[in-house]
């Protein structure tokens, strides 16, 4: 059981948890995961390490709620008690580049910052390109701009910094004669297909943060295999960071909604839960 020692709404729909999980904390290393469970009844669900204190214990998730299990997690107050937190897991980010692009999409930024600071940590030049759909969705602007010698804003209507999407300001700094030793995409799988497409004419290494359903996240399951370079691997083992221009997207995508239906059911019964405890 790990205690949440502080909660904090970034947005309407994105909850960031400080959480005591001191063995996570002296391990976790920017691009790893840990996998929890709400309760001992509750399903398993990865999510980032989005930042950790080693001295203190702490360690940082950010999460966007979207379905029945994140519902129940932000249900949770400061002084509760989460059942279970396993990690860290899956393979630490590569921050050797010198000169990096970092593009997020939405809760994507999460998951991106602590990437952007240890390339900055290690005195890396860091261009950092963020998408919302619109301004009340931002998060993390401050924390990102802090690390960031060149920082892009995007919103897709326009309501803040400039109308358009990651890819728009992404050519346009290549175009203007920016060069990366490598693009790092992290956000949905949509968006991280189309900056690899981006990238792809003009040669430029992108690394892509897959995020495929796990269970057990240790290798033994198969549920997140993706395909890379014609071969079968395992994101939370091998990953979740991979060479963009060879994950297959299409494969990835499909097995991606396979649970859409069950998804929604278990959404659905959430909900009738709460009307009858609020009774
Ligand atoms: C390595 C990794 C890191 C992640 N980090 C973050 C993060 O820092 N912040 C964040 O908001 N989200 C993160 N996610 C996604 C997060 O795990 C899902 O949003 C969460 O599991 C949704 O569960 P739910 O029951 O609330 O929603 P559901 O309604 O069950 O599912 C909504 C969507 O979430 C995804 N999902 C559901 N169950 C799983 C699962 N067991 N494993 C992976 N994806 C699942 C699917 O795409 C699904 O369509 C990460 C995923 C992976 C694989
Ligand atoms: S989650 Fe089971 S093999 Fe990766």
Known sequence: MVQIMRKQALNPTVTLMEVYAP????KAQPGQFIILRVDVEGERIPLTVADYDRQKGLVTIIFQIVGATTEKLNRLKTGDYIADFAGPLGQPSDCSAKKVAIVGGGVGCA???????????????VHGITGFRSRDLVILENEFRAVAGTFVMMTDDGSYGTKGLVTDALKKLIDA???YDEVIAIGPLVMMKFVCAATKPYNIKTTVSMNPIMIDGTGMCGCCRLTVGGKTRFACVDGPDFDGHQVDFAEALSRGSIYKPFESKAHRGVCNLLKQEAK
């Not at 063995?23 to 002296?26: F, H, I, N, T």
């Not at 998951?111 to 030049?125: D, M, Q, S, T, W």
């Open 111 to 125: 998951i991106a910052l602590p990437v952007a600071k240890r390339f900055h940590e290690l005195g890396a030049a």
């Open 23 to 26: 063995l996570v904390a002296k």
């Open 177 to 179: 004669g920016e060069k």
